[in-house]
Each structure stands twice: as C-alpha cells, then as structure tokens.
C-alpha cells in the first residue's frame, strides 16, 4: 500500500489513506489549508478531534474529520469530510481514483 502520493495542483505530498493522514496529522493539514489558502498563515491546526472512517460513494475512501485551530473564526469550518482517491482494499473502486481530479479543482476553485 501506497502512504504518500505528490499532488498535481499544489506540490504536496497527500496521504493515501486514513492510516496516513493520521501520521501526518496537524503539520500536514496546516500545510495543506496554507497551501490552498483555507487558513490564514499565522494560523495552523492545533489538534485533530475526530478521524474516522466512513462508508459509501463510488470511489475511495472516506473521513470525517475534525480539527481544533490555533485561531478559531467564524469563516473556519471544523467538521470536515476527507475524500482519498484511492481504495486500496477494492479494485473496481480503486480504477475511479482518475476521477478526482476535477474535484479537486472545482474545489479550489470555489474558494475565490
């Protein structure tokens, strides 16, 4: 099983799964919502209060997470769903992981 994979859109390595994520934890997501410009950069995630697995949709797994910020703000959402590509568990759903992509950048996107 794959841990890490690098990004296409923000040049980052993103965890592949649960498992990783969990690893990589606080510093990785403040790193990722400086990237995308979700948190100010004074800012960082502080602690994660929920990781866990959910199940359903076509492709990959899924997470609700939710995280503790340094600076609380209202414009700053804590509960939060994680979508990997990946499904290294189930083959069929594994080939969808292409699929993201427009996802991702639909997501960016929608933040200007």
């Known amino acids: 099983m794959i841990d890490w994979s690098d990004g296409d859109l923000l040049g980052l390595a993103f965890p592949t799964h649960r498992e990783a994520l969990q690893k990589g934890g606080e510093d990785f997501l403040t790193r990722a919502f400086h990237a995308t410009g979700a948190i100010a950069p004074d800012n960082r995630v ?3 209060s929920q990781l866990e ?5 076509s492709t ?7 995280v503790v910020y340094e600076k609380p703000a209202g414009n700053l959402h804590t509960a939060l769903f994680v979508k990997f590509s990946r499904d290294f568990d189930n083959a069929i759903r594994d080939r969808a992981r292409f699929q993201m992509e427009a996802e991702v950048r639909l997501g960016l996107l929608s933040r200007t």
């Open 60 to 66: 990959g797994r899924k997470v609700l997470l939710s």
């Open 46 to 48: 502080m602690r994660i």
């Open 53 to 57: 697995e959910c199940s359903g949709g």
